[in-house]
């Protein structure tokens, strides 16, 4: 069955960076886009954009543009969510999804960024 | 940016009632506009697509309509496991959320 599996939690202080990783099995990773969907808690789910699997480009959200970076791993059937230069508003559970081969979500990794 | 507005913010319900949910962009967004249920601790959960195409495994209660600007998504008998947040989304023009629309107990 599909599973996305994200890193743990991480806390962070202010200007640090964080990367989140999310590992697919059950389909073939390369086939379909991963989403990246960040929710401060309480709040609505932003998109922040998605990385093709099988090419590695990537769109993001013009929020996101210079902040974030989305990589992939093929090998490893992994993606990965990098966000550089940490504020306090960035606090908040981020979600990868492969939405274009189902309604398939990870768990959610929550980011602290906390001095 | 398309902004989505849900109506109400909370909805008390109590269980076997009907709820009616509503969902307004600020331009057309064709036929692109999706549900989504959320629990606390889950990730949101996808119940209604192309407007009125529900999900793979959602049941027949749940139910979409509208067209370009105007949207609502009817619970036709509320359950227990139905109380939960629910946001629109459209698709149209990249992908943005209304604020949601908390359905609690009454």
């Known amino acids: 069955q599909v599973q996305l599996v994200q890193s743990g939690a991480e806390v962070r202080k202010p200007g640090a960076s964080v990367r989140v990783s999310c590992k697919a099995s059950?389909?073939?990773?390369?086939?379909?886009?991963m989403h990246w969907v960040r929710q401060v808690p309480g709040h609505r789910p932003e998109w922040m954009g998605w990385?093709?699997?099988?090419?590695?480009?990537?769109i993001y959200a013009q929020k996101f543009q210079g902040r974030v970076t989305f990589t992939r791993d093929t090998s490893a059937s992994t993606a990965y969510m990098e966000v550089s230069g940490l504020r306090s508003e960035d606090s908040a559970v981020y979600y990868c999804?492969?939405?274009?081969?189902?309604?398939?979500w990870g768990q959610g990794t929550l980011v602290t960024v906390s001095s | 940016e398309i902004v989505m507005t849900q109506s109400p913010a909370t909805l008390s319900v109590s269980p076997g009632e009907r709820a009616t949910l509503s969902c307004r962009a600020s331009?057309?967004?064709?036929?692109?506009l999706a549900w989504y249920q959320q629990k606390p601790g889950q990730a949101p959960r996808l119940l209604i697509h192309?407007?009125?195409t529900r999900a793979t495994g959602i049941p027949a209660r749940f139910s979409g309509s509208g067209s370009g600007t105007e949207f609502t998504l009817t619970i036709s008998s509320l359950q227990s496991e139905d109380f939960a947040v629910y946001y629109c989304?459209?698709?149209?023009?990249?992908?943005?959320f209304g604020q949601g629309t908390k359905v609690e107990i009454k």
């Open positions: 999804a492969a939405i274009d081969l189902g309604d398939y």
């Open positions: 059950g389909y073939t990773f390369i086939t379909y886009a």
């Open positions: 990385i093709t699997t099988g090419n590695g480009n990537t």
């Open positions: 331009q057309t967004v064709s036929s692109n």
């Open positions: 192309g407007v009125s």
């Open positions: 989304q459209q698709y149209n023009n990249w992908r943005t």
